[in-house]
């Protein structure tokens, strides 16, 4: 099968269509003929060389890609008939993507609790957009566990993640205050917020002035720790998404690494955040589309920023 993968690490120019074995699915897996797979920070980490020390030695080349759309094609044995998995099914999927299993892939073979049915009127491309960064949001908020009308910061509030962790913060009952620009205001009101803040100096005194005892906690998404530590209260909780070691900070601020790997087969988590979509709790944005083959030109997109939505390749005109 071809797949985009890496043999070094370094800018876009860097992805190039590779041949791999078509995998068959172990038992307990179904594979996936992908038809889209969305493009996150994670793999941009993975092509620059961030995730270097986790992978270590393991042989190259490597692939990167964590959410896929497609349709199931094979099911390995002993997959339980209450799973609901069947060949020609669409389905969505994430991807706990290592050495040369990855998303950028004509097939890939996933857990059956990694895998959910696709929601009713989505389309390939914006299945593929949502799941790990919806599953990010869920998983900071749970580790959070904080009670209805507790306040909550969110940094990056108009990307994917953080937009998604305003719109489940909301149906909550939390407070949100949402970090992003003046022209993202309205689209955060109808997420929820209940203050937008732009960026900028004094960030967390601006804050405090719009919550004076401070937030209980904060979702970083934008990695902009040390500009919104201030605003949070005496022993709140700052939920770092890259990974960096858990620390106690002054005043007893805590912060933690939050890894949505460790969720990756939680498929009562990843079915909701499915049927959240079906809602329209949960808004599908794709900022561009290209086909696998253009891989480059499409991490130098993502690599150029101020997207509002997620990048997906198109593995069904992938041109590979």
Known sequence: MKAIGLHQYRGPEVLHAIELPTPRPASGQVRIKVCAAGINPVDEMLRTGALATWYGDTPRPYVPGMDVAGIIDAIGPDMPPESGMAVGQPVVGIVDNFGSVGGYSEYVCLPAPSVMPIPAGVTFAPAASFLMNALTARNALDHLALPRGASIL???????????T????????????????????DFL???????????????????????????DAIVDAAGIRRDVVGAVRDGGTIINLRPEPDETLERGIVTRFVNVRDHATDHAAIARLGQQVSEGLLPLRVAAIFPA??????????????????????????GL
């Open 189 to 215: 009101r109808q997420r929820g917020a209940t203050h937008v803040v732009g960026r900028g100096e004094r960030l967390s005194e601006r804050i405090r002035e719009r919550v004076h005892e401070g937030v």
């Open 154 to 164: 969110v940094t990056g509030a108009a990307g994917a993640v953080g937009a998604y």
């Open 166 to 185: 305003m719109a489940l913060a909301n149906a909550e009952g939390l407070k949100t205050v949402a970090v992003a620009s003046a022209e993202d205001e």
């Open 293 to 318: 083959s253009e891989a480059v030109a499409a991490h130098r997109r993502f690599d150029a920023g101020k997207l509002r939505g997620r990048i997906v390749l198109d593995f069904e005109q992938s």
